[in-house]
């Protein structure tokens, strides 16, 4: 489903590391943006009418001959395009230009002098500083572009066509160290493209019941709460529009975080007046787990118990037409393989993978969304705070963050200790500013003293990571006092764990979770 009306502006997908932020910085302007294949055909361009094409950075060089390229006629639809980075050294090679690789890599901060009034610049003084990351640069400008900006080494920092409507910069308007990055992207969709702005979450959360109420017409819905802000916005969105039409379910697996299934409960129930069926099928799962050590195996097993539990119970109510799922952008991006594909690196159990046999029609109203407009709809709906917040959980939940057997008692330190992580976070400021944060614990023993006796205890791991969307991740540079604190109160708090460790891996080479 697609709850989108308005101007839209596509970011060709050359595979550059920014093309979702560039995506995300149109929507800031008003404007709905998506990514789409970088050979897009030009038929789809004038079916689908966007006002504005932006080309994307990537790793590749304009130059090679196996180089992504776009469809040259796209040049030729009177379009305006803009690229960025990549985007311009394309230009550049594909209209008959010169593209070379320089000396040295020009990256960081650096100062620009527009050496020409244009649209594209209107507002900025004579210079300002942005943002490099290339080793490759344009030597020579196609015919009919002219050069408005430069650097100290990057003589082409910008170039434009008025007449063809094609423009290039060689920075990253789209990163916050380029100052006033998203002027230039409201010079371009405002004053080259002619945009109106009309994306908004308030808009979207309008024309997305609509669009349900119009789809699902007088059928039923089913969906699966995890607690999570996005299955919680879904089942929200969906419950205005068709009202108790709509069932949830909420299975606790018994791999949930601290309180977590009781405030979904309270929340549903007593906040948002949304009926819920609760399953407490903690000691399904907790039996199919045990002996169980191999991640593969526990993530099997807990997806799968969980579709069949799931099956039983809309079984029991009688079925439904439709399901509804939280699926978000990026999601949809990446099982849509735009970009190359990555290797499977874990099976992630979402419930994309449900009832197969069970034939449902699936409803996604979220799926044009990033998680921070998400998070924005949700405030908008009323959720709690400690929902809209709240950071990512992985479906098989604590099974993945325990190394080895689940057992009672690595899940019991596992989610005390995680919770104390999130309240340290929390108290110190620090909660609202990572991706997410939680213990590990698997089987390993060290040896600690309590009172005067020698104690053989837990190691607990505590895992803080900054990132912008799961795939990449760095721990997060925490400051001692905090640390102290949270290893000070988990060895104090629970008496099986001596001694707690800080995990500094980044992802890659690690993963996020540790199974
Ligand atoms: P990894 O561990 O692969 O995790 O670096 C990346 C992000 O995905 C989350 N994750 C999952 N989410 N089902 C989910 O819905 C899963 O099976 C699953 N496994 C990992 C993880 O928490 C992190 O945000």
């Known amino acids: 489903m697609t709850s989108v009306k308005g101007d839209v502006v596509w970011v060709l997908d050359f595979g550059g590391q920014y093309t979702h932020l560039i995506a995300r910085r149109v929507r800031e302007c008003g404007i709905y943006s998506e990514i789409v294949p970088h050979d897009v055909s030009p038929d789809e361009v004038l079916r689908r009418k966007p006002k504005g094409l932006i080309l994307s950075g990537s790793p590749a060089s304009a130059y090679e001959e196996e180089a992504p390229k776009c469809d040259l006629r796209i040049y030729e639809l009177g379009i305006p395009i803009l690229g960025i980075c990549y985007g311009i050294q394309l230009i550049a090679q594909q209209l008959g230009g010169k593209v070379v690789q320089g000396a040295k890599r020009e990256y960081g901060r650096i100062k620009l002098t527009i050496k020409k009034p244009h649209p594209l610049f209107e507002g900025f003084g004579r210079e300002f500083i942005c943002w490099m990351s290339h080793g490759d640069y344009v030597e020579k400008a196609p015919e009919g572009f002219e050069v408005i900006a430069s650097t100290e080494n990057t003589p082409i920092a910008a170039m434009v066509n008025d007449e063809k409507r094609i423009y290039g910069v060689q920075f990253h308007p789209e990163v916050t160290h380029t100052e006033r990055g998203i002027d230039i992207f409201r010079n371009f ?7 109106t702005p009309s994306w908004s979450m308030e808009s979207f959360v309008e024309k997305a019941v609509e669009e349900i109420k119009r789809l699902v017409g007088d059928e039923r819905v089913i969906c699966a709460l995890s607690g999570g802000v996005d299955s919680s916005t879904t089942a929200v969105l969906v419950h205005k529009a068709i009202g108790d039409r709509l069932t949830c379910i909420f299975i606790d697996h018994g791999l949930m975080r601290e309180n977590e299934p009781q405030q979904v409960l309270k929340v549903f129930k007593e906040q948002l007046n949304i009926p819920l069926i609760f399953v407490d099928a903690r000691e399904r799962f907790l039996s199919k787990l045990r002996g169980v050590s191999d991640p593969e195996e526990k993530r099997r097993i807990v997806g799968e118990e969980f579709i069949r539990v799931f099956e039983e119970v809309a079984e029991e109510i009688g079925g439904a037409e439709w399901l509804a799922q939280g699926t978000l952008y990026p999601d949809v991006i990446e099982s849509a393989a735009v970009r190359s594909p990555a290797s499977r690196i874990k099976s992630h159990h979402n419930v994309a993978a449900l009832p197969k046999g069970m034939k449902l029609k699936l409803l996604e109203p979220l799926r044009n969304l990033y998680k921070d407009e998400v998070r924005k709809v949700a405030e908008l709906l009323g959720l709690p705070k400690e929902i809209v917040r709240r950071h990512p959980f992985p479906g098989p939940g604590l099974a993945v963050r325990i190394i080895g057997e689940v057992t009672e008692k690595k899940l019991k330190i596992c989610r005390r200790a995680s919770a104390i992580v999130e309240e340290e976070l929390q108290k110190a400021g620090w909660y609202d500013r990572v991706w997410q944060a939680f213990a590990i ?3 390993d023993k ?19 990571v900054e990132s912008v969307d799961g795939m990449t991740a760095d721990w997060a540079q925490l400051p001692h006092e905090v640390l102290r604190a949270i290893s000070n109160r988990i060895t104090n708090e629970i008496p099986e764990v001596s001694w707690v460790t800080y995990a500094i891996s980044s992802k890659p080479p690690s993963t996020i979770e540790p199974c």
């Open 446 to 464: 060290a040896v600690g003293v309590k009172g005067d006796e020698r104690h053989l205890g837990y190691v607990v791991m505590v895992r803080v």
């Open 441 to 443: 614990v698997g089987d």
């Open 189 to 195: 969709l405002f004053h080259i493209c002619g945009c």
